[in-house]
């Protein structure tokens, strides 16, 4: 029997009848994901911060994504488990509150001059466009974004929500993480948004985000196939995300500032 049969009949067995031994079968197959994600992550952090236990807080994002995987849904398990397994290793990082208070602030100031050049321009902006709403040179823009994103400030894992219950994320639209069916039009509603602010998207950007979450490319690897710098792919990532966590931001206010008019 081949591997993938082997780890299909893992699948089956937990689906079917949640197999406690089947789960942790399905934990150490899906471990080095675990790793992978966690050396990504930690690249980009302060030496201070150790790897082992971004792995640790890793493994508990591995667990929840095996426990709501929906295969039918026809994503990929190893994209689905990337997002959460991230997901769990930043929410973390969080509450270390690790990050520069003017890193903070870059980002704030870059997502403010992004929400003015839409409000007047009905579009988004290119880096140049950006630079200029800042009052910055073109490379400060640059370096900003490289900073921000380095430090894990602005992702698709980041929630965009902060009203009651739990937040959604942007990751979690695209690889559908609703679990609960009185759910399904809201996030079938958002999913139609976000495709079409990412279409809205220049070629290059819609790209990198469709290589990076839905295919688990690394941005070094992207770097590669555009023939680009790894930095310059976390500059152009991060400058689409400010724009898709800003437009879904602004969905969610005006519908619960209509819920809570009626």
């Known amino acids: 029997m081949s591997e993938y049969s082997d780890i299909d009949d893992i699948w089956r067995r937990y689906h079917e009848h949640g197999d406690p031994d089947a789960r942790d079968r399905l934990i150490v197959h899906y471990s080095p994901l675990v790793k992978f994600v966690a050396s990504r992550v930690a690249a980009g952090l302060p030496g201070s911060v150790e790897q082992p236990e971004l792995v640790s807080n890793g ?3 591995l667990i929840d994504a095996i426990s709501k995987f929906q295969p039918e849904r026809g994503f990929k398990f190893e994209t689905y488990a990337m997002a959460r397994i991230r997901g769990a290793i930043l929410d973390e990082l969080r509450s270390y509150d690790w990050v520069p208070r003017s890193v903070r602030a870059k980002a704030r100031q870059i997502e403010r001059a992004n929400q003015r050049f839409v409000a007047k321009h009905h579009r988004v902006p290119s ?9 910055v040179p073109l490379e400060t823009v640059r370096r900003m974004l490289k900073q921000v994103s380095a430090a894990g400030v602005l992702a698709l894992e980041d929630p965009f929500s902060g009203d009651e219950g739990e937040s959604s994320t942007l990751g979690d639209l695209l690889t559908d993480g609703t679990d609960d069916p009185e759910e399904t039009f809201e996030s079938d509603e958002q999913r139609f948004i976000m495709a079409t602010e990412i279409n809205r998207l220049p070629e290059r950007e819609k790209l990198i985000l469709a290589l990076y979450y839905y295919e688990g490319m ?7 196939v555009l023939k680009v710098t790894e930095s310059r792919i976390c500059q152009i990532h991060t400058k689409a995300v400010v724009h ?5 931001a602004a969905v969610e206010r005006d519908t619960s500032g209509t819920s809570r008019g009626q």
């Open 59 to 61: 493994v508990f994002g």
């Open 127 to 135: 880096e140049d466009e950006l630079a200029d709403e800042l009052g």
């Open 218 to 224: 690394t941005l070094a690897d992207i770097g590669l």
């Open 244 to 248: 898709l966590k800003q437009r879904l």
